[in-house]
């Protein structure tokens, strides 16, 4: 009783074992695919991030051209109007013209830095877009790799904890085997130690038929034996009363 009473313990506790087994290993599978999930929005962000630092970039060398493209368009400007600024010097007897040119000139030189004052602050708001955008995603980035981290530290754990369960597991499983075979040889021990006194009572009851018979003839020899004393004891009492008594008649 004791041995079988173990034995539904350690099954119990194998059950139990296993079902936590599982258990565990369904979290490791949502803590895989988390860190998959996780990874996989690490890389779009990481290419978003290389597509906005691209962009800034872009922008600057783009920034970088106009400048000198506009500085280049105002100095041809500027040598252009000294030209006509040294023709109108000659010809004296047209001043109209000369401060007329340098209207335009100082018209021109005034569009000239307006719009390059607005190209240059239309790309420095986009490059701080384009900045606060890369900002962010080196921000989601970071959170991401940080969940990626926890991910990882969780599923290690996770992962020590199903070996320590499968362990445990093989552990209960190696008793519970040495349990059954011990119990199997305690059974068969058992069932031959029946087998020999199942014997030894067939052996005993042949034994006990034995005795019987011989018993039996004894008992027959013995009662031939008293009814040969019996007929002696008869004869000799009749042999006695003739010799005590000899002249009675002889008993035909």
């Known amino acids: 009783m004791r041995m079988e009473a173990e034995k539904d313990y350690l099954r119990d506790v194998y059950e139990q074992m296993k079902e936590r087994f599982e258990e565990e290993a369904r979290r490791r599978m949502d803590a895989e695919e988390a860190l ?17 630092e691209a962009t800034v970039v872009s922008l600057c060398d783009e920034i970088v051209f106009l400048k000198k493209v506009f500085a280049e368009e105002q ?112 059974v068969t021990k058992y069932q031959m130690r029946i087998s020999e006194l199942e014997q030894d009572i067939t052996d005993a009851k042949q034994e006990m038929v034995h005795y019987l018979r011989d018993y039996q003839d004894l008992l027959n020899v013995k009662m031939a034996l008293d009814i040969e004393i019996a007929a002696y004891r008869k004869l000799l009492e009749g042999e006695e009363i003739r010799l005590t008594y000899p002249s009675l008649p002889a008993l035909n």
């Open 75 to 186: 100095e041809e400007l500027q040598a252009q109007l000294q030209v006509a600024n040294i023709r109108v010097d000659l010809e004296v007897s047209r001043p109209d013209l000369s401060t007329a040119l340098r209207d335009i000139r100082v018209q021109y030189e005034r569009l000239a830095n307006k719009n390059m004052q607005a190209a240059e602050d239309w790309y420095k708001s986009k490059f701080a877009s384009v900045a606060e955008m890369a900002s962010k995603n080196n921000e989601a980035v970071h959170a991401i790799r940080e969940e990626t981290m926890e991910y990882r530290r969780l599923l290690q754990s996770r992962s020590s904890e199903i070996e320590s369960l499968r362990t445990f597991i093989e552990s209960l499983h190696k008793q519970l085997e040495d349990l059954e075979d011990t119990q199997t040889k305690e």
């Open 36 to 52: 998959q999930r996780a990874k996989e929005d690490a890389s779009r962000a990481v290419l978003t991030n290389c597509d906005a």
